[in-house]
């Protein structure tokens, strides 16, 4: 029994184990970086690097460093070296796992002006809120998800049970593009939609336009004109040309009224689904092209072929028959004769325990060009001090650590807001400590040894 | 016949007359975030649309000054570069051609659906692979000649109000009217061309170069900077390094085999000269770019084997092996040539940084640490490559080589890995101080980890006495492969898409070339060596 012991501790501490494991963690981590570039680093995160697989590799790694170390007791002087490298990476790998289990690493985003107290962090939460009475909405359950680990599928539906109800999710998608339209329905509970086209010598635009059944009206800016989209209790507002499509008491037609500025009807009367009017200025014409009763926006994804920044998870549901899509940060109401649902499917938002505003945001740009050079913010803090938070210059508070990550812009390329990474990483000071273990361990052990050696006695050749 | 016209035009001159090329060269021009002589303008511009910095006998700045005075005079000179094969057969275009006419490109009927497949990628924020790189590339060329034509760019004229220099055809008085002067003057020379229209023309740019930095003469650049940009570029040190080792390696062969001292010495003269023009090369580009020589690949490319000089001349005076100096003369002309090979691949323009990466500290501390580790590696592996080809002559005969060369290469991994792990950390630290992760398992950084393990194996290997002499020089050679991944694959094969590779840009097939080539040469040689063995049992 002793030298079958005897023999595995002799395998655990050789080197033939340690070459192994080297080998074993370069492969893990060369499949990971293939799946990153193949999807995202979420994906590769979740499959390869937190994997078992990895664990499995690193525990293993550690077992071999400490037996190795365990073995050559009592050291001597010359090992220094060897024990410091071998020490650095059992304490960085130690960091590395208290940063992953104890730390927060999540994002902020605001515009300028704005307050914010929470910050978004990678896991993924579906959340069910629900009413009674068709007012009041509050959550009803909140389920952690991890989809990537645990897929599930037509045959495994994940069954998310709330009351008499329960909604079974039947696929993940982890990257796909979301594609929205809107389709005929039959239900009470949805409102109507338009779509029209606007056209004179200069102008030929069509667009959709939708109310939902619980608002009285939808309007549509479109600068010189306004469209509005009413339940029939719209009054027209002055300063704005507009146009008033409403229901008429015959199915399949609208009521049309078209006010100027001065809120002077220009004219009005009905119209069908391919007729259209005058609508009285700059010779413009609409056409209402379809016209439905009700109608609902169909939100469908389809599966993105390779990684793109706007490419982002969904998941496809069924709820009472129907089918669903749902993508990450969005949410979903679901109707029944007596009851409303919220579903949402969003990131996991932590409370900071103090606000932070955005008094100022900018960019610095390389001279005659767009391209920016640089990017800051100045925040508030609790306390009512302004700081700059910019790159490479982050800002320590109540032991987090703010930076500044990037921004967001709208389709003109101008930034809406500021993004800041917040991070509180337990853990930093024992990788921090590892590290120059590694370093200083690694040094010592190549050269130092060597005229150690030299001094004490001759080098053996080879 | 506009062809005709401009061979005729510009197909030779005295050099008296070309004195205004000489004067608009040091023109200070803002493009693409900097102020640079228009002379890197010129060759940047001809190397987008015609693939070389010069075209016929031409220089660049009197193609791309003609671009933008006579634009369309162009219009049917086939000079419009084209290679990529999938592109030319979406638009229809001859197979066996290179170059095309802006005319035929701009009329083709199939241009507007490709482009707007491409823009279709980019509203996807999708990679695009070498096709739509070449798209990208094509639209490029066609918009950066449209703008010159209607003298859109480059900026000229700085004002003080705003940022943005003024193009040609927006500049104000004075600096207007020198212009207009300026175009007089070239269409009386380019009709008759002779010493007195050429020195007429000379002058005419003196005084437009006098006049642009009026409105604003505090936004005016150093005018030694410009001529010393100008200098870099007439100059090309590299090009003239990588001749001088390449003579010196001659040398330092030839002395191997015939023993004349003066060869050695020879040797030592020519590596000496590359290495001062190398060094002065890199110099000027710090200081004309004012951040070390490390931000992209064609930097890295020529610091990296400058680590490996330096590795080459330490290891030389500890081990006493010429082996590693050739070694390293020999990784220093390989990767030169290849900057001045292939351009497209490795870009010398001088580009502005991405914010991230605009901290001169840590830029240098863990990019310069990193690459020079990898020229570590890299004077490994070419030592490998020469000890193995002394196994293949006789292992008995060339004991002495081996066991130095094997030593060398034996310090050479241990330097790379040291320097690896701190390039490795310090860029972990810097991670951690811009970002707030240390580690974030990012495709670059966990590719120079796989390195770093791929070598810490093999130094496990040697102490566990899996691996001897040839052992290690067979490693070193196949090792290497993973510092290639780490340096140029993670860039231009995974980033570019997995599916993307086989298709042309990028230089990916060369690459992969190279390294099954030296897997190859391994594996023969290991056979050659295993059957020698065989036959003395």
Redesign the interface.
């Known amino acids: 029994m002793s030298r079958w012991l005897e023999k595995v501790f002799k395998f655990l501490c050789s080197l033939k184990l340690a070459v192994i494991v080297i080998l074993l963690l370069a492969a893990v981590s060369a499949v990971g970086t293939i799946l990153e570039a193949r999807y995202d680093a979420e994906y590769a995160q979740k499959l390869v690097y937190q994997s078992p697989y990895m664990y499995g590799v690193m525990i293993l790694l550690c077992i071999n460093l400490i037996a190795v170390m365990v073995d050559r007791w009592p050291w001597k002087k010359h090992q220094i070296g060897f024990v410091m490298a071998h020490v650095g990476i059992i304490l960085t790998l130690l960091g590395a796992l208290i940063t992953q289990k104890l730390g927060v690493d999540g994002t902020m985003s605001f515009s300028v002006g704005e307050s914010r107290q929470r910050v978004t962090v990678k896991e993924r939460d579906l959340v069910v809120y629900g009413s009674l009475d068709g007012n009041q909405v509050r959550p009803i359950l909140q389920m952690p998800t991890d989809f990537l680990r645990h897929r599930p599928s037509e045959k495994h539906p994940t069954v998310v049970q709330f009351g008499q109800d329960k909604i079974e999710i039947v696929e993940y998608v982890h990257l796909a593009f979301r594609e929205e339209r809107l389709e005929p329905s039959d239900r009470v509970a949805d409102g109507p939609a338009v779509r029209f086209q606007l056209k004179n010598g200069m102008v030929n635009m069509t667009q959709w336009l939708h109310r939902e059944k619980i608002k009285p009206f939808e309007a549509l800016n479109l600068g010189p004109a306004s469209i509005v989209l009413s339940d029939g209790s719209y009054k027209p507002k002055a300063g704005v040309n507009e146009v008033i499509l409403s229901p008429s008491r015959h199915p399949g037609e609208l009521r049309y009224a078209v006010y100027d500025r001065n809120n002077l009807l220009k004219t009005r009367g009905v119209v069908k689904e391919s007729e259209g009017f005058q609508l009285g200025w700059m010779g413009l014409e609409m056409h209402i092209l379809r016209f439905l009763p009700k109608a609902f926006q169909k939100v469908t994804y389809t599966r993105a072929e390779s990684s793109s920044p706007l490419a982002h998870s969904a998941i496809r549901f069924r709820f009472r028959g129907a089918e669903y899509w749902l993508g990450i940060g969005s949410l979903l109401r679901l109707y029944t004769e007596d009851k409303m649902f919220v579903v949402a499917f969003v990131f996991r938002q932590l409370d900071l325990g103090f606000p932070l505003t955005l008094k100022k945001f900018e960019i610095g740009h390389y001279q005659g060009t767009e391209r920016a050079s640089s990017y800051q913010s100045v925040v508030e803090k609790p306390d009512h001090q302004e700081v700059l938070v910019s790159m490479n210059e982050p800002l320590k508070l109540n032991g987090f650590t703010f930076y500044q990550a990037s921004f967001e812009k709208d389709e003109q390329g101008k930034p809406v807001a500021s993004v800041l990474s917040v991070n509180y990483d337990p853990g930093r000071w024992i990788k921090y400590l590892g590290s120059l273990m590694i370093v200083f361990g690694s040094i010592w052990l190549f050269y130092f040894k060597k005229m150690f050696l030299k001094k004490t006695k001759r080098p053996s050749g080879g | 016949m506009a062809a005709v016209f401009f061979c005729v035009g510009f197909g030779g001159g005295a050099r008296a007359e070309e004195a205004w090329l000489h004067e608009l060269k040091t023109l200070p021009v803002?493009?693409?975030?900097?102020?640079k002589p228009f002379d890197t303008f010129a060759r940047e511009a001809l190397q987008l649309v015609y693939g070389k910095r010069t075209y016929k006998k031409s220089s660049a700045v009197e193609v791309v000054f003609t671009w933008i005075l006579v634009g369309d005079h162009w219009g049917d000179i086939p000079f419009v570069e084209v290679r990529h094969a999938g592109l030319k057969e979406a638009l229809s275009l001859e197979k066996e051609k290179k170059l095309f006419t802006p005319t035929e490109l701009m009329n083709n009927p199939k241009l507007p659906v490709v482009f707007s497949e491409l823009q279709t990628k980019r509203?996807?924020?999708?990679?695009l692979n070498p096709y739509f790189q070449a798209v990208q590339r094509l639209e490029s060329q066609l918009g950066t000649l449209q703008i010159l034509s209607r003298g859109q760019i480059p900026?000229m004229q700085p004002e003080a109000e705003s940022?943005?220099?003024l193009a040609p055809s927006d500049l104000k008085s004075p600096a207007k009217e020198k212009f207009v002067a300026l175009v007089q003057s070239f269409s009386a020379y380019i009709s008759d061309k002779n010493s007195e229209t050429g020195k007429d023309l000379a002058q005419k740019v003196t005084d437009f170069k006098a006049s642009t930095m009026t409105l604003a003469p505090e936004k005016a650049p150093s005018i030694g900077k410009i001529k010393l940009e100008v200098t870099y570029n007439d100059v090309h040190p590299f090009m003239w390094a990588w001749i001088a080792y390449l003579l010196s390696a001659i040398f330092f062969i030839s002395y191997a085999v015939r023993k004349h001292p003066w060869q050695n010495s020879l040797g030592w003269v020519f590596l000496a000269v590359g290495f001062l023009l190398h060094t002065a090369g890199m110099a000027t580009r710090v200081y004309l770019a004012g951040r070390p020589p490390v931000s992209n690949m064609y930097e890295t490319v020529v610091w990296v084997p400058w680590g490996a000089l330096v590795f080459g001349f330490i290891l030389e005076r500890v081990q006493k092996s010429k082996l590693v100096l050739i070694s390293s003369t020999c990784i220093a002309i390989l990767c030169l040539i290849l900057t001045d090979l292939a351009p497209a691949v490795l870009d010398p323009s001088l580009q502005?940084?991405e914010?991230?990466l605009?901290?001169t500290f840590?830029l240098s501390t863990h990019v310069l640490v990193i690459s020079v580790s990898y020229a570590a590696f890299f004077l490994a592996f070419a030592l490998g490559d020469l000890i193995l080809y002394y196994y293949l002559r006789g292992e008995e005969k060339y004991r002495p080589q081996i066991q130095a060369g094997v030593m060398s290469i034996y310090r050479a991994i241990?330097?790379g890995?040291?320097l690896l792990?701190?390039g490795i950390?310090l860029g972990?630290?810097w991670a951690?101080?811009?970002?707030?992760?240390?580690?974030?398992?990012?495709?670059k950084e966990?590719?120079a980890?796989?390195a770093l393990?791929?070598y810490?194996?093999i130094l496990?290997?040697r102490?566990?006495g899996?691996i001897?002499?040839f052992g290690l020089a067979v490693c070193s050679v196949l090792s290497f492969s993973?510092v290639i991944m780490a340096w140029y694959g993670?860039n231009f094969v995974?980033?570019a898409?997995?599916h993307s590779y086989g298709f042309g840009a990028g230089g990916v097939e060369y690459v992969t070339a190279f390294v099954v080539l030296h897997i190859l040469y391994v594996t023969y040689v290991t056979t050659v060596r295993y059957s020698r063995m065989k036959i003395k049992s």
């Open positions: 803002q493009d693409a975030g900097r102020v509203e996807r924020q999708e990679k900026g940022d943005k220099w502005p940084l914010p991230v605009r901290s840590w241990q330097i890995v040291v792990a701190l950390i972990g630290i951690d101080y811009s970002w707030g992760r240390f580690w974030g398992w990012d495709p966990t590719w980890l796989i393990l791929g810490l194996a496990h290997g102490l566990s899996w001897r002499q993973l993670v995974l980033g898409g997995l």
